[in-house]
């Protein structure tokens, strides 16, 4: 036999040889992810809450709470300040973001899930702002609203 045809077979050996090694790594790798499915509430373990960001705000803070065993489900868990519910706006199973209502009052934070529930160590401090207005004029500079008397 050629040389040449001798050299050919080995390299078409050796690159069929890398083909079939990429393919039996690429079908183990398939073969080993499986779909998560998800954090689950376990109705066993107690609620926690580890922490809370920001500690102080005004009506429409956003708080991200971070703790444990959070459920998912929006319709199954209520988190309250002062008695005063907090708009869930996000969930995973370690971590909530709420909105403070308007005049919340500062206080410990509430997280309820069915009959359990676990409160804050830390405080929320709200923040009272104000809103300045104009409440007579024209809006502007020099002008008066009654222009026409003289």
């Known amino acids: 036999m050629d040389s040449s045809f001798i050299n050919m077979y080995k390299i ?7 083909c079939l090694f990429i393919a039996a790594f690429l079908l183990v790798m398939i ?22 960001l920001p500690e102080k705000g005004s009506g429409g803070t956003e708080i991200l709470i971070n703790g444990s065993n959070f459920t998912t489900d929006t319709s199954k868990i209520k988190v309250s300040l002062n008695g005063k519910p907090l708009k869930v706006i996000g969930l995973n199973g370690q971590q909530l973001m709420v909105i403070v209502p308007k005049k919340a009052g500062s206080g410990a934070i509430t997280v309820t899930i069915g009959d359990k529930s676990v409160t ?6 709200y923040e009272y702002t104000r809103t300045v207005t104009t409440l007579a004029g024209a809006g502007v ?8 008397v003289v």
């Open 120 to 125: 804050s160590t830390a405080t929320f401090t």
């Open 12 to 18: 078409m050996k050796r690159d069929i040889n890398a």
């Open 141 to 148: 500079a020099g002008k008066t609203d009654r222009s026409d």
């Open 31 to 52: 073969a080993g992810c499986k779909k998560e499915e998800g954090f689950k509430h376990d109705d066993s373990s107690p609620i926690t809450i580890d922490k809370i």
